[in-house]
Nanobody
Framework: VKLVESGGGLVQPGGSLRLSCVAS????????IGWFRRSPGKEREGVSC????????VYADSVKGRFTISRDNAKNTLYLQMNGLKPDDTAVYYC????????WGQGTQVIVSS
């Protein structure tokens, strides 16, 4: 499966962005899917994910209450709605899908700065 992210950009603190991850080559229905991010000088961090079996969502403590992950199976797309953005959210955000293999997108840059 091929994953392509979009929706990143420059936003002021407190602002919002919605990231999208469009999949091709296979349907995402049976994949465990999620978002990771990597900030300069930091390790890659899991942000949020959705289970393929029961649709359960998990969020990192740092984004709980601010970010919402969702999927649109008809569009074969994963989303991450990010509200109340903080400078610490600045990172490259990656889409990830797991099923018999580990698949990654190329990433989309998010910069939160005034």
């Amino acid at each position: 499966v091929k994953l392509v992210e979009s929706g990143g950009g420059l936003v002021q603190p407190g602002g919002s962005l919605r990231l999208s991850c469009v999949a091709s080559g296979d349907t995402l229905d049976d994949y465990d899917i999620g978002w990771f991010r990597r900030s300069p000088g930091k390790e890659r961090e899991g942000v949020s994910c959705i289970s393929s079996t029961d649709g359960r969502t998990v969020y990192a403590d740092s984004v709980k209450g601010r970010f919402t992950i969702s999927r649109d199976n008809a569009k074969n797309t994963l989303y991450l709605q990010m509200n109340g953005l903080k400078p610490d959210d600045t990172a490259v955000y990656y889409c990830n899908a797991v099923r018999f293999g580990d698949y990654w997108g190329q990433g989309t840059q998010v910069i939160v700065s005034s």
